[in-house]
Structures are given as C-alpha cells and as structure tokens.
C-alpha cells in the first residue's frame, strides 16, 4: 500500500532513480513489510530556481557561491 | 472545495486530460455536493522512469519485458 | 497506475468516501484504460480551520457568515 | 522545519519565483517562528492542459472565451 | 489558481493558522497578480514522530536534548 | 534537499516510523550522495476507509474477507 513521493533536485541519472526506487522500497519492506508489487514510489525532480530553502531559491545560492 | 491530485504516467491526450477533470469533478459533485467551480482538478504526468513499483521503474519493467 | 489523493473539508461519511474512491476509479478506467487494481485513491479530510480561501480560513469564512 | 508546496500555472518569471520563495519564507518566520535556513519552499508549475477547474481544463476555458 | 500545501509540526494556533493563510494569499496576489478568492492554501499539521530530519525524526531529537 | 513523503496505512509504531525515516535518508545519502541534515522525511498516516485501491476502500475490502 505505499505511496512515497521524493522531490530531488533535477541532475540525477535513470541508474540513480532506479536505485532510490529499489532503496525506498527495499526500506517499506524490511520495516512494515509492505509488498514491493504494492509500493508506489515516484520520484519529481525538481529545478534549482523552483526550489527554495533559506528564502532564496537553490539558482540564486549557488550562483552567488561562484 | 476539494482539490485533487492525479499523477498518472506519461502519454495521455489533452482530450482524455480534459475527460479526467470533467469526471472527477462530477463525482465529487454527485458524491459530496462540492461546486464544480471551486473544485481544482491538477494533473501530473510521471516519465516512466520515474515511477517505481515492485522496486522498479516503469521504464525498466517495460523494457524486459520486450 | 493512477495515484488520486483527494482533499476535502471533514464531514464527509465512509460511505461518501467510499463513493468517491468507486467514482474516480471508474472514470480513471473508462477514460486512459486504468487498471482498477492498481490504481490508489487517497482521501485526506482537512479541518476547517486548516483550509483557507480568499486569504481566510473556511471556518473564519463560516463563523462571519452566522 | 515547514515544508510550503506552491502550484501554480506556467508563464510566471524566475524573479517572481524568487519573491514567492522570498516572501512564503517571510510569513513562516513572521507567523510560526520558523528559520528560514531549515525552511523548504518547492515551486511546481501545471499546464494549462493540466489544470481543472469547473470541470474544464484552463486551457479549454481559455480557448472559449477568445 | 494557485494552491499552496503548507506542512509544519503540530502546535500552532488556530490565530496563526489564519495568518499563515493570510500572509502566503498575500504573497500569491502580489508577486503574481493571483485572485485571492482562487486561491488554495491547506495547512497540514505533521506529529513530531512523522517528520524526519537528518535520519531521526523530530521527537527522537528532541527527547535526546533534554 | 530531498523531500520525501511516506504515505502509510494507521497502525505502525513510532519505532517502525524512526526506521523509515533513518533508512529513506540513508538511502537518499548512499544513491545521490543527499546531506541527512537537509533530508526532510514526513510520514502521513492514512485511515483504511480513506485508502482506496481497486475502486474500494481498504477497510471494506478486509470486512468483507472476514
């Protein structure tokens, strides 16, 4: 019954998605043992002016630290 | 009032996305009486290989399988 | 596939509920050919004084209104 | 520790994304207290297509009223 | 049309709930011009043991700095 | 900066919660190489009549297996 959502940075490769995908559900299994056939991850990737911490986005840090 | 979510895969038509509004938002009418024009509709579209199940990626799952 | 998480103001009953989850399963089915199996419904129920339109919340809105 | 999801329609400018990181951030530090350093605000842009209301996409509504 | 999910811990008023709603409304009208009478802002309150941070959720961090 | 959200079924422990939340931020900080301290992880616990899959809800489903 799962449902996971992840929001990460955009920049990740397919390999590393399904990676968080085995991982994640790999986790809801040993835990709460949850079918794998019945956990939903879904992974939103995020871009860096969209995603906020600090009050500033993630683009104005990073280009303020160059 | 209701504010619903669909995240489906990838590959639907603007007339099916049209459809899903239209039908949801008449359940929730017929259901629970909610106003059509303060019920939002957001459909999100995952790439497949950003949607895991079974500890897999959409994507990995269909590409095996051909 | 399809993940609905439905958001809607307290006060709905199981059979309501149960009722919306029937009603966008059967228009995800009909409209992209959705497997109703897997396809998840998720109902969150938010308190009044959680949801806010117009800059206030749905119980300052309703309190006024009396 | 807040964690603010913002959707909103595509077309909006990475400076107004900015003001609105910015400014939710302010309200959250102003309102509840919370460090803007521990603060996320993630900014998710829908298509017209993709959004509902009325049971009708923006899109469609759009279109008819030209 | 905007529709902002605003999640913080548990423990806020239902006064500061309102100015959350208040405050973020504000901000969506003016950075970008949203109807205020369109626009969604949920408040989801999350207990201490359900939000993570650093791989231990709040309430562990918290009993182990007494 | 990952969020990740962890929508369950009522009925685990707040050990099996602290596990998910150290094993999700685990493998965020193995695959992507994600700070735990700015790995956010929140669990949503969700009631078996508000979980919907197969076009019925969860606690339907199991009365009528008894």
Redesign the interface.
């Known amino acids: 019954?799962?449902?996971?959502?992840?929001?990460?940075?955009t920049g990740?490769s397919?390999e590393?998605?399904?990676?968080?995908?085995?991982?994640?559900?790999?986790?809801?299994e040993?835990?709460?043992g949850?079918k794998?056939?019945?956990?939903?991850?879904?992974?939103?990737?995020?871009n860096r002016?969209?995603?906020?911490?600090?009050?500033?986005?993630?683009?104005?840090i990073q280009q303020n630290s160059k």
Chains 1, 2, 3, 4, 5, 6 share one sequence.
């Open positions: 019954m799962p449902y996971i959502s992840v929001q990460i940075l990740v397919n590393q998605k399904e990676q968080v995908i085995n991982g994640v559900t790999k986790v809801m040993e835990v709460i949850s794998p056939e019945s956990t939903f991850v879904v992974v939103q990737e995020v002016e969209n995603w906020g911490v600090g009050g500033r986005s993630i683009q104005s």
